[in-house]
C-alpha cells in the first residue's frame, strides 16, 4: 500500500530562511510523488511532481524537491522564504492500482516571519 | 492550464436544504473527478471517485444516498449533498485529472455551512 508521512505539522522561520519540508513516502512500486500548497479557503495548487525523470525537481514560486530512493524521501525545499509563502502544504502519492486517488499526507503549516 | 473551476465558493443555507456543487474543467478532459471534505486544520478526505459515464465509487463511511455525485460529461461532476445538516457544514473540494498517474487539479473549493 502507498503512504505519506509529513514530518512536523508545523514548521516556522523567517523571512529570507530556508525552508525544509520533510515527506516520507512508502510504495511497493516506484511512485509518483507530488508537492501541493493550499491557502486558507482555497482548494490545492501544484507545486511539483515527481515522474521517475530527473530526481531533483523544480517547481513552481522557487521550490523544489529532491527524490531519495534510498532514504525514500521527497522532501521540499525553498533557498529563500518569502512571507507570501505561509501557508498549508502536502505531500501526495500517487495510488497502487489505476484510476485510484493521490494518497496525501497530513499537512505541514508553514509559518514565516518578518 | 489544468484550471478546474468549482462553484459555488460559499453557501449558507437551512438545515434540510439539498446542495448541489458544480466541478468544471475548463481546459482539459478529466477522466476521473474526485471529491473531498476537509475539516479545519486537517488533511483532505477522499470521499468518491467518479468516472464518465459510470456510477460513483464511494470511500468506506460515506452515504452515497447523502451524496449524491453525478459525472455526466468529461468535463463537469456535481456532488449534491441532500437533506443537508448542521453535521455536513464543512468544506468540500473537487479535483480532475486527465490520466492516473497524472497529477490532480483542484478547484478552489466550496464553503457549506447548514443552519
Known amino acids: 500500500a502507498q503512504s505519506v508521512t509529513q514530518l512536523g505539522s508545523h514548521v516556522s522561520v523567517s523571512e529570507g530562511a530556508l525552508v525544509l519540508l520533510r515527506c516520507n513516502y512508502s510504495s511497493s512500486v516506484p511512485p509518483y510523488l507530488f508537492w501541493y500548497v493550499q491557502y486558507p479557503n482555497q482548494g490545492l495548487q501544484l507545486l511539483l511532481k515527481?515522474?521517475?525523470?530527473?530526481?531533483l525537481v523544480k517547481g513552481i514560486n522557487g521550490f523544489e524537491a529532491e527524490f531519495k530512493k534510498s532514504e525514500t524521501s521527497f522532501h521540499l525545499t525553498k533557498p529563500s522564504a518569502h512571507m507570501s509563502d505561509a501557508a498549508e502544504y502536502f505531500c501526495a502519492v500517487s495510488g497502487y492500482q489505476a484510476g485510484t486517488a493521490l494518497i496525501f499526507g497530513k499537512g505541514t503549516t508553514l509559518s514565516v516571519s518578518s | 492550464g489544468a484550471v478546474v473551476s468549482q462553484h459555488p465558493s460559499r453557501v449558507i443555507c437551512k438545515s434540510g436544504t439539498s446542495v448541489k456543487i458544480e466541478c468544471r474543467s475548463l481546459?482539459?478532459?478529466?477522466?476521473?473527478m474526485f471529491w473531498y471534505r476537509q475539516f479545519p486544520k486537517q488533511s483532505l478526505m477522499l470521499m468518491a471517485t467518479s468516472n464518465e459515464g459510470s456510477k460513483a465509487t464511494y470511500e468506506q463511511g460515506v452515504e452515497k444516498d447523502k451524496f449524491l455525485i453525478n459525472h455526466a460529461s468529461l468535463t463537469l461532476s456535481t456532488l449534491t449533498v441532500t437533506s443537508a445538516h448542521p453535521e455536513d457544514s464543512s468544506f468540500y473540494i473537487c479535483?480532475?485529472?486527465?490520466?492516473?498517474?497524472?497529477?490532480?487539479?483542484f478547484g478552489d473549493g466550496t464553503r457549506l455551512s447548514i443552519l
Open positions: 481546459d482539459f478532459q478529466a477522466t476521473t
Open positions: 515527481y515522474t521517475s525523470a530527473a530526481t
Open positions: 479535483s480532475a485529472r486527465e490520466g492516473d498517474y497524472q497529477p490532480q487539479h
